[in-house]
């Protein structure tokens, strides 16, 4: 209804707005017949046709009162700027003119202000409705709003009166349990009573029951007391028949724990005995070297000193002291260093194997280091007074001059003449200049070829001590574990054990054998092994291999003999196709012929056929354990759960694994590693030591020679190669005597720190002479390098002038 306003509002506005901008015009005269029409709509006749209005006033439009121009001066008194005057009558109309309205726009006019009075009375009724409907309503939610109250509170009062009425079940049934409870607790105690009435008759039948069993078991007792004192008296008769047991008592020393720790300690022991000797040697070496030079090079001091009346003992006491100080210093040092460093080192790497030793103790043993500073001071005190001597004995003038060179001689070499010819001169002149200075020569070689032998010992001692586990147990016993079993098993029992192994897919064979800890004899000597019998000689090269150590010839276990292992044979002092005896403090010893000797690294045994230990105890040997091999997937963890399976069957007694045993000599042996390391080092260092001494002693002892090529044009890298040629062949010939000398001192060595119970190897792998040979070149090399430069320094002036 409000739009409907609006929209007619809109076009009563829009009318207007056409009204006010018709043309209006005010004229004086109109013509004749002319028709005017008033603002009411009305038309007025009149008028003359003059132009001109009346009083001579111009003509104006009388639409909205504007002159045409835009001034205000025209504009008809009264108006309302829309061409309506305030009053409705035709007497308004101004004068001389009127306000023409098209009749449609009237009549719209008046329609629409028609319906716009309608409109505005409906909205009137309908206003007058709302009101009348807002106050019928607000008086209805008043009253509602009163109710909704009344029924709150009327909830209110009838939860109160339910929660009342649910806690009466509640009491009653509260008041209902306690009386069935007095009711049960009635029936429970009439149940006790008849129950107690019932106890009582029965208790009183088994009271008239047990007195008549307690008369009869009193007699059968009775015989049994009987019986059992005859019994009693039986065994006390056959405990008096027992024979007193044999108690064996051991003592530390059967623990392989404390054994192994003293083999380990004999082990170092012997290796303290032999190399000690070796090193003083190559230091006795190096101190002549030494003492010599020195001697020669203060040649014409000690002549000019003789010349002044100094005797002989007052010279060389310079040169012997000289030599004490030295040596003492060096022996201080080496007390003070020597004792800790080293012993520290070795307990270190024992401290690897044995987990539990106290701490050791390294304390200054006085006895030894006053040994090996007395044997050093002899060592450097001779070789002084043998350097001293000879040049003591010569004349005054003689000494105060340089000694003359050594006369060129023709050498072996030169009588090959389809060698020589192909010489050139450097090396023609090298070969002659090795064999002018055949001390300085052979000085050279040994020095070299012992450092070179003491390297090369190191690195076979390393060989020798961790080729024991593969030797054993890859090439001489080839089963992976033994079975040991109880004295009392079955043979119901053995047979389960058996065919548990035969059901386990890792096992590929196995093979009963009789183990029993023996003593040999022969002659005064004596030594425990093991007697090893196979129940199948056929299938024995399946568990071990006869051979021997040098040739490798396989051997074959007969019946007429036994074949005992090496080590055990020597210790014997036994050979091939000697008797030996077994030792029986029972019975009497056994006699048994050795048939071969075989090659073995750990432990000692002696093995025998069925039909051999037969023949010498005269009885068949009772199988006290089962060897098995298994198939070469299997791992550790395989073989860990067969020994766990194996000792759930009764009569296995113990399980034991060769990897086992290969780790605990691994282990073992790795202590020594340290050892090893330290000697190679040592020699290796002693062999610098050597090489550069007596490069040394060769550049002093030809330094005019050397200054006179330099005088010939030869280059400073030209000398060098002189004396290098000379280095590299003494090297190389010292090499070859060192691979000699320590194959020999390797194999003395080895047969000296050896223990009872293992052998070690006795070859040297080949890597081992090349790694020796190459510290040795590189030594060399070393020397060769520091050399140049004292080369390089001779002054050619200086050095031919010292004769004057």
Request: glycine share 8%; charged share 25%.
């Amino acid at each position: 209804m409000l739009g409907q306003i609006e929209a007619i509002k809109g076009q009563i506005e829009a009318i207007k707005s056409q009204t006010s901008l018709a043309g209006v015009r005010r004229t004086g005269t109109r013509q004749s017949g002319g028709t005017v029409i008033s603002r009411t709509g009305e038309t007025v006749e009149g008028g003359d046709e003059s132009d001109e209005p009346e009083g001579g006033n111009p003509p104006e439009d009388s639409g909205n009162g504007n002159e045409p121009d835009g001034s205000e001066e025209d504009t008809p008194s009264g108006g309302d700027g829309d061409g309506n005057e305030p009053g409705d009558s035709e007497g308004d109309t101004p004068p001389g003119g009127s306000v023409e309205i098209p009749p449609e726009l009237t009549q719209q006019l008046a329609e629409l202000e028609g319906t716009a009075q309608m409109l505005m009375m409906k909205i009137e009724g309908q206003r007058q409705a709302y009101n009348s409907g807002m106050a019928e309503i607000n008086a209805s939610q008043k009253q509602l709003d009163d109710m909704a109250a009344q029924l709150a509170a009327t909830k209110n009062q009838l939860a109160a009166a339910q929660s009342e009425l649910a806690s009466v079940p509640a009491q009653l049934s509260s008041g209902q349990k306690q009386i069935n409870e007095g009711w049960s607790e009635i029936k429970r105690q009439e149940a006790k009573l008849a129950d107690g009435e019932a106890e009582i008759a029965s208790n009183e039948a088994k009271l008239v029951e047990a007195k008549q069993e307690y008369e009869d078991g009193k007699a059968e007792a009775e015989a049994e007391l009987a019986d059992g004192e005859e019994k009693i008296a039986e065994a006390e008769a056959d405990i008096e028949d027992i024979e007193l047991p044999k108690w064996y008592v051991y003592d530390r020393s059967t623990l392989i724990e404390y054994s192994g720790f003293g083999e380990n300690a004999e082990r170092l022991g012997a290796i303290g005995r032999v190399f000690p000797v070796l090193f003083f040697l190559v230091a006795a070496l190096i101190s002549l070297t030494s003492m010599t030079r020195m001697v020669e090079e203060q040649r014409t001091s000690i002549g000019t000193m003789k010349a002044l009346g100094y005797g002989k003992g007052a010279i060389a006491s310079k040169y012997i002291g000289y030599a004490l100080l030295a040596t003492a210093g060096g022996s201080i040092l080496g007390v003070l260093i020597g004792e800790k460093i080293l012993p520290y080192i070795i307990v270190y790497a024992y401290g690897i194997l044995y987990q539990h030793l106290p701490k050791i103790l390294v304390p200054y043993d006085w006895k030894y280091a006053a040994m090996a500073s007395g044997a050093a001071m002899f060592c450097t005190i001779f070789a002084t007074v043998m350097a001293c001597y000879r040049e003591l004995d010569a004349q005054p003038a003689v000494l105060m001059r340089p000694p003359a060179p050594k006369n060129g001689r023709r050498v072996f070499l030169e009588r090959i003449g389809i060698i020589w010819r192909h010489l050139n001169f450097t090396w023609k002149s090298t070969i002659r200049n090795l064999m002018r200075y055949k001390k300085r020569f052979f000085m050279t070689i040994f020095g070299i070829g012992g450092c070179m032998a003491l390297m090369l010992v190191g690195f076979g001692l390393k060989d020798s001590c961790y080729e024991i586990a593969n030797l054993q147990f890859a090439e001489i016993q080839f089963y992976d574990g033994s079975i040991y079993l109880t004295e009392d098993i079955t043979k119901e029992q053995q047979g389960e054990i058996e065919k548990a192994l035969e059901d386990e897919s890792q096992v590929d064979v196995y093979m009963d054998a009789y183990m029993q800890n023996i003593t040999l004899v022969n002659g005064k000597k004596e030594r425990a092994a093991y007697a090893c019998v196979f129940g199948n000689v056929e299938d024995i090269l399946q568990f071990v291999d006869f051979h021997d150590r040098k040739t490798k010839e396989g051997y074959e276990l007969t019946d007429d003999g036994v074949i005992v292992s090496e080590k055990t044979a020597k210790l014997l002092n036994a050979k091939k196709g000697d008797t030996i005896e077994i030792k029986d403090e029972e019975n009497g010893n056994k006699k048994v012929k050795i048939r071969q000797i075989c090659e073995n690294y750990m432990g000692h045994y002696i093995y025998f056929t069925p039909a051999c230990y037969e023949n010498a105890y005269g009885e068949k040997p009772e199988y006290n354990s089962i060897l098995f091999k298994v198939a070469d997937s299997a791992t550790n963890t395989d073989l860990e759960k067969l020994g766990r399976n194996i000792l759930k069957q009764e009569g296995a007694l113990n399980v034991s694994y060769t990897h086992d045993i290969e780790k605990q000599l691994d282990d073992m042996l790795r202590s020594l590693n340290l050892v090893i390391v330290v000697l190679i080092i040592s020699a290796g260092m002693l062999a610098f030591v050597v090489l550069y001494n007596l490069n040394t002693v060769n550049i002093a002892e030809r330094k005019r020679e050397l200054a006179t090529l330099k005088v010939l044009g030869f280059y400073n890298m030209e000398v060098a190669e002189y004396v290098y040629r000379e280095n590299v062949l003494l090297t190389l010939l010292g090499s070859a005597v060192g691979v000699v000398l320590g194959k020999l001192l390797h194999l003395f060595i080895i047969e000296t720190v050896e223990v009872d119970s293992a052998m070690f190897g006795r070859n040297i792998n080949g890597p081992s002479f090349v790694y020796s040979l190459i510290l040795t070149v590189v030594f060399s090399l070393m020397i060769n390098g520091v050399m140049y430069f004292k080369l390089k320094r001779i002054d050619m002036v200086e050095s031919l002038k010292s004769i004057e």
